[in-house]
């Protein structure tokens, strides 16, 4: 178990590594110079090339690159702001928990609704409750999270004044925000749910459960559910980067100071380092949900487990013969 997480940890390296150049190499052949954004257009040259030579953007691009992959890797430095003159890292990392506990309360809220959800839908497969669960899914994955965000901001901020509609000084700032980015959510792991729990209550043992008489709830929740959490498993794990994502719109229509905000001020500000490091703690981050995702599948699937306790052990030696060893 220790080698398999292991080496699902040194994975991370590479993918981090990706990450890194593709984000470096996009932010370098954007159009836009964020010299002329800091000094205006009355810049003289003199100034120009003093400030480009002050910000580093004067050497090529390879040597660039190698700069920010060794501060990156080596010194764990994500650089300093070109416009805000602050460390990058904290900043980060000051926002990273808005950022977190918004995905976190999204993913915790598709469960509580879209499992529940699906399984009812498959439970009363063709019959009006799964329609209306198709339906309803089809809404949710149909409706653009900045869109029905502002609708909630209309509609529960301004029109009936019953919650804030942007920034999070209060522990009720955050329904407005996870409701827009976690509907989408809920209809995708809806029809996931009930998929999996179609082809799974169809099974020789679910029938023969049935007919020694265990109580529907029982099959549906006990036999049936656990064998149908891997894809699911899989689904929360990888929509936990698609909630990440979806933050840096919803931060940005809410006006929340998370790191999707930080981002999308820095991209208008061709602010390099925000840019990168921003989106490399990101990446990050959905690495360390894939893991512990990873480590979940060797809980719950035992055959996972077993390989890698095999593969550890010896193999006995095999004589041909079978009495060789008498010889």
């Not at 590479?14 to 150049?21: F, R, W």
């Not at 190698?66 to 990058?88: E, Q, W």
């Not at 512990?292 to 593969?311: G, T, V």
Request: glycine share 8%.
């Amino acid at each position: 178990m220790i080698r398999y997480i292991i080496k699902r940890i040194l994975m991370i390296i590479p993918v981090l590594l990706c990450v890194a150049i593709v984000i470096f190499s996009i932010m370098y052949i954007a159009p836009g110079d964020p010299v002329q954004i800091i000094l205006g257009d009355n810049a003289t040259p003199e100034q120009y090339a003093q400030q480009q030579a002050l910000l580093g953007l004067d050497k090529p691009f390879l040597i660039q690159m190698l700069i920010f992959l060794r501060d990156l890797f080596l010194h764990l430095d994500l650089g300093t702001s070109y416009v805000l003159k602050t460390n990058v890292a904290a900043e980060v990392f000051a926002r990273l928990p808005r950022t977190v506990l918004i995905a976190a309360i999204c993913c915790v809220l598709q469960v509580i609704v879209a499992i529940p959800l699906g399984i009812t839908a498959a439970k009363h497969q063709n019959g009006f409750v799964d329609k209306l669960c198709i339906l309803l899914a089809m809404i949710g994955i149909s409706v653009p999270g900045f869109w029905l965000g502002m609708l909630l901001m209309l509609e529960f901020g301004l029109n009936l004044n019953w919650l804030p509609i942007s920034g999070v000084d209060h522990w009720y700032s955050y329904i407005l925000p996870c409701l827009a980015n976690g509907l989408m959510g809920i209809g995708g792991m809806t029809r996931m749910t009930r998929s999996q729990m179609l082809e799974v209550i169809h099974s020789d043992y679910v029938v023969t459960a049935r007919a020694k008489g265990v109580p529907e709830r029982k099959i549906l929740y006990v036999h049936a559910l656990p064998n149908a959490m891997l894809p699911i498993i899989t689904f929360i794990g990888t929509h936990f980067g698609t909630a990440l994502g979806g933050t840096v719109v919803i931060e940005t229509v809410f006006a929340i100071p998370g790191i999707g905000y930080y981002i999308i001020q820095a991209v208008g500000n061709r602010d390099y380092p925000i840019v990168r490091g921003g989106v490399t703690v990101l990446a990050l981050l959905f690495c360390i949900v894939v893991l512990l995702m990873d480590i979940a599948y060797a809980f719950i699937d035992p055959r996972i487990k077993a390989m890698y306790q095999n593969s550890g052990r010896k193999r006995p030696l095999r004589i041909k013969g079978g009495a060789a060893a008498n010889a």
